[in-house]
C-alpha cells in the first residue's frame, strides 16, 4: 500500500496530539502516513445512525470515489454504524485507530466526527454531516482546521426554511422544536431557530430528548402551529413519531433535510445529501493523491439548496402548496 511521506503529518500530528492529551483522550499510535493514490487505499467509514440522509451520505461518497477511478481491489471500505450508541461510538472510533492499514476515515454526524478525531490523530479524517463544526470543536475554524481532520458541512438555512413554514401556514406562530441534549450541532440549530423566529414573527417551544424513544412524547408534549426538525440524527431516526403526532394535530413539518420530506414532513428548502457525499469524496481524493492536506484544507458546504414538498402529506392536515411553490419544488411527493 502506498502512503505519503512521514514528514507531511508530522506537524498535524504533534498538534493533535497535545489537544488529545489535554481532553484525557488516547491517539492512535499507527503511522502518520496516508495512501498516495496509486495504489490499493483503505478507508473506515464511521456512521453514527441509520437514516436516509446519512446513508446518501455514503452512498454518495462511495460513487465519488467510485467517479474518481477508486474501484475494485484500487479500494476496500471498513463501514461501521453506531446506531445512536455512544459506547458503540467510542468502540468504532477505537477499532479504526488500531488498524494500521487505514489510509483515511470518513466520519458521519456530529457525534461519531467527535468521537474519531479525539481518537485518530495520525491519518487523515473528513467528517460529513456537520452542522457546526467549530462549536463541534473539530477544527480551529472552517478556513484553516489545523489539524488532521477537516470535511463538508450539512449548515442548514434555519432562516429560509422557516420562511417557507410562514409561506405554507400565514396563520402559524408557534414553532416546536424537539431535539436531543446530547447532540451539540442540535443545540447551534435551535438557536439559530430562535433568531430567525425572532425576525418573522414566530415563537419557539423546546422539549429536549436523550433518545429516540422519546421523541414522540416529546412531541406531544409541546402545543404549537408547526414542528421543525433540525438535522438532529436522533429525531431524524425516530421521525415518524413526530409526525404521528403532527397529523393527528393538523400541523404542518418543515424539516432540515428532503429525505425526512419524503418520509412525511410537509415541506422544506433542503440540501441533497448524497450530492454532500461525493463532495467530501472529492476531498477524499485531493488528500489520497498528495495535493492537499486536511489542517490547511477548508470546510466546504452546499450552497444550493432545493424545494421539497410533499403534498400527500399536505391534504392530510388540511394545506394546499402555493402554486409558486409548487412550480419552484425540484421534487414533490
Known sequence: ???????????????????????????????????????????????YVTHPSLDAVVKGFKKGMEDAGYTGDKISYDENNAQADQATNTSIAGKLAADKDIDLVLAVATPTAQAIAQTITSVPVLFSAVTDPVEAKLVKSEEAPGANVTGTSDKNPVKEQLELLKQIDPDAKDVGIVYSSGEANSAVQVQWAKDAASELGLNIKEAAISAPSEVQQAAASLDVDAYYVPTDNAVVSALEGLLQTAESKKVPVISADGSSVERGATATYGINYEKLGEQTAAMAVKILKGEAEPATMPVETISEVELYLNETAAKKIGIEFPQELKDKAVQTY
Open 1 to 47: 500500500m502506498k502512503r505519503f511521506t512521514a514528514l507531511k503529518f508530522a506537524a498535524i500530528a504533534a498538534t493533535s496530539a497535545l489537544a488529545l492529551t489535554a481532553c484525557g483522550g488516547s491517539g492512535d499510535s499507527g503511522s502518520t502516513d496516508a495512501g498516495s493514490g496509486d495504489g490499493p487505499v483503505k478507508i473506515g467509514i464511521a456512521q
